[in-house]
């Protein structure tokens, strides 16, 4: 019998299989309005949230959401994070933050950076606007937009985020 | 023990590709149709969810997660899934019910394989010391097991032909199927060889798509007032990987769950059996015993289109349909995993009047 000497300790088989994948018909979407610079979510038929980006149902209610809503790239800080630990293979420097974002019109947050502003001056509430790449650089991704920053509004109060309307904090 | 009542079932039509379409855009449908066939709202209508997928299969890690999406699980849902066929989320939720934790159950099958060469990716289910290095693809293994049958005397060339025409023409009929016709016989067998000895035509077409099922115990079909089939017996049984310990000409894993699930107790008038490849039907129907007056796949079988995930409850489903529609009173349902038929469910229905 085979006895420590002989132990395998691995072997190799390398798996190599090719997909035609597809994000699907909402998220292509999605995708093609953002390569115009322009957000684009969904509205539940039945609870009337509406979800940026769109996945083509209501979680909450198991419903097709087929209305699309054009939403502007303002919106308010729901929670936040500053990260220590650099992103792997990514530019960008700790320490950064990572933000939940709900943009005005839309009922459900979505996952950001925030940047040109104080770490230390973060907070739930915060106003936002988005920071495009210049336009000859939008391609079929989320990264268009390359962070969100401050902007000179006064904070949602934390009952109001995630219920403001398209038009905004002055809607 | 609690009797299991099939109220609902819908399938979607068998698509070569669904193009842009996820999985949530996939099973949605046949979610919204099934709930219309019980009168409920959705997820939270029933007690106990689950699912049957592969992620390997449109090649995204945990693919069936977002499958939850589909639901309304606000708030949260008992959910479960399982990385095979559906008609084994079915035998799931008769367990959860039997054992007295849920009165009604709805289930779900799907799977977008055109995302990738699938009998290129079934070769990763094999043994990954002996078999996986080698690629060896699902058709080729069918092919070794028809020509074992062939070589033997079980069946010929003819008999294959036979399954296929037969099938096709059965699909007329069927408004969700991929391929149908009339071909003659002697058509097919003039088809070149695909990979001997199958042709091309003894392959089952794959499709795109999803079914969804409701099932519930018979109380709750009563309080629901829709018609319902009873599922009076379900087995399913393994064998081994090694296909060289296999006899490849018979099924004994059929044989022995048709016999733990009943079988043989009445006459089986429509029998829908999950036979990727045109021998294996012949295998199956021998396996389940069945005599010259089964109607076998009307349907069209998974020749109008397999739906990989979703055709084993799709087995189930065509029968409960005709049993529904009052068609037929009993009938027997066969779905299949792995290669060469590894692995096998059978599920008997019967009328409940």
Known sequence: MADTADTITGIECPVYLQYHFTA????????????????????????????IPPRGSCPACGVPTEEEVELPDKGTVQSFTVVAIPIPNNPIKPPFVVANLVLDGANISFIHLLSECENSEVRIGQRVQAVWKPREEWGYAMDNIRYFRPIDEPDVPVAQIGKLPVTGREG | MQQIAIVAFSQSDCLARAGAANEVELIMPQLQAVYAQVGIDNAQDVDFVCSGSCDYLQGAAFAFVAGVDALGAVPPIKESHVEMDAAWALYEAVLKIRMGHA?????????????????????????????????????SLAALQARLLLESGLASERDMA?????????????????????????????????????????????????????????????????????????????????????????????????????????PVEVAELYAPFSHQEIILSRALELGDDTRVNPSGGVFAGNLMMASGLSRVGEVFRRIAAGEIRRGVAHATSGPCLQHNLVAVLESAS
Not at chain 2, 167 to 194: C, I, K, Q, T, W
Not at chain 2, 260 to 265: F, P, R
């Open chain 1, 24 to 51: 699907g018909r909402a998220p292509a979407r999605f995708l093609t309005r953002i390569k115009e610079g322009v957000l684009s979510g969904q509205r539940c038929p039945r609870c009337s949230n509406v979800y």
């Open chain 2, 103 to 139: 009165d009604s159950a709805l289930l779900y099958g799907f799977a977008k394989s055109s995302s990738g060469e699938l009998p290129i990716v079934l070769s990763q289910q094999l043994d990954p010391y002996y078999l996986a290095p080698l690629w060896v693809d699902t058709v």
């Open chain 2, 162 to 266: 036979e399954v296929v025409a037969r099938s096709r023409r059965n699909a007329l009929d069927n408004p969700h199927a991929r391929l149908s016709g009339s071909v003659s016989v002697d058509e097919l067998l003039a088809e070149d060889l695909f990979v001997s000895p199958l042709r091309r035509a003894d392959c089952a077409p794959v499709a795109d798509g999803a079914a969804a099922m409701i099932i519930c115990t018979v109380e709750k079909a009563r309080e629901w007032g829709v018609p319902y089939a009873l599922l009076s017996g379900i087995d399913h049984r393994i064998e081994t990987h090694n296909l060289g310990m296999r006899d490849l000409t018979d099924s004994v894993s059929t044989r022995l769950a048709a016999r733990a699930a009943g079988v043989e107790d009445g």
